[in-house]
T-cell receptor, first 110, second 114 residues
Framework: RKEVEQDPGPFNVPEGATVAFNCTYS??????FFWYRQDCRKEPKLLMS???SGNEDGRFTAQLNRASQYISLLIRDSKLSDSATYLC???????????FGTGTRLTIIP | DAGITQSPRHKVTETGTPVTLRCHQT?????MYWYRQDPGHGLRLIHY???????DKGEVSDGYSVSRSKTEDFLLTLESATSSQTSVYFC?????????????FGNGTRLTVT
């Protein structure tokens, strides 16, 4: 099993819709979680950290489910500019660094 | 955006030649990292540095070496480039614990080894 696993998609979603995707991680002792977005041929950029109690930033909501070992990202009222690849990043216990998922591609359709 | 500059942005080189990629930061962050990104693999850590002259290997370090002689510069060298090293290379920085602090990336170097 991969340490960090994401559905690669693509998710094709109409503009204005709500979309959610998950990321599962293998080590129950993982402590740090992030979502990054990456536009085509660009560098990854931090979207938001994921806190135990869940957190929201505008149209974006991140949640952590420790019992089932996954984090989720919910995007409400999706915009064309939300089209990107979303990377899940987790600190795997025992590793000194962060581990990246392979990403979920999202396309918002007009 | 964090002040990170990678050079060159694009490079084409032949198998067997040495190649050096440069990462320069203006943020005075302690930690610097080199990643490669390939389809189906996501971002994989090559080497990282936790201070001047302090470096360590990541998960895919074979065939690569690094040097950090100044806080602001982190160099990645491919001693003898191979076609399997064709990839997009990203430098990243962070100012805190590597296990918990988010990373900020440079805009990448596209390397093609023919």
């Amino acid at each position: 099993r991969k340490e960090v696993e994401q559905d690669p998609g693509p998710f094709n979603v109409p503009e204005g819709a709500t979309v959610a995707f998950n990321c599962t991680y293998s080590n129950s002792a993982s402590q740090s979680f992030f979502w990054y977005r990456q536009d085509c041929r660009k560098e990854p950029k931090l979207l938001m950290s994921v806190y135990s109690s869940g957190n929201e930033d505008g149209r974006f909501t991140a949640q952590l489910n420790r019992a089932s070992q996954y984090i989720s990202l919910l995007i409400r009222d999706s915009k064309l500019s939300d089209s990107a690849t979303y990377l899940c990043v987790v600190n795997i216990f025992g590793n000194e660094k962060l581990t990246f998922g392979t990403g979920t591609r999202l396309t918002i359709i007009p | 955006d964090a002040g990170i500059t990678q050079s060159p942005r694009h490079k084409v080189t032949e198998t067997g030649t040495p190649v050096t990629l440069r990462c320069h930061q203006t943020e005075n962050h302690r930690y610097m990292y080199w990643y490669r990104q390939d389809p189906g693999h996501g971002l994989r850590l090559i080497h990282y540095s936790y201070g001047v002259k302090d470096t360590d290997k990541g998960e895919v370090s074979d065939g690569y070496s690094v040097s950090r002689s100044k806080t602001e510069d982190f160099l990645l060298t491919l001693e003898s480039a191979t076609s399997s090293q064709t990839s997009v290379y990203f430098c990243a920085i962070s100012d805190g614990d590597p296990r918990t602090s988010p990373l900020h990336f440079g805009n990448g170097t596209r390397l093609t080894v023919t």
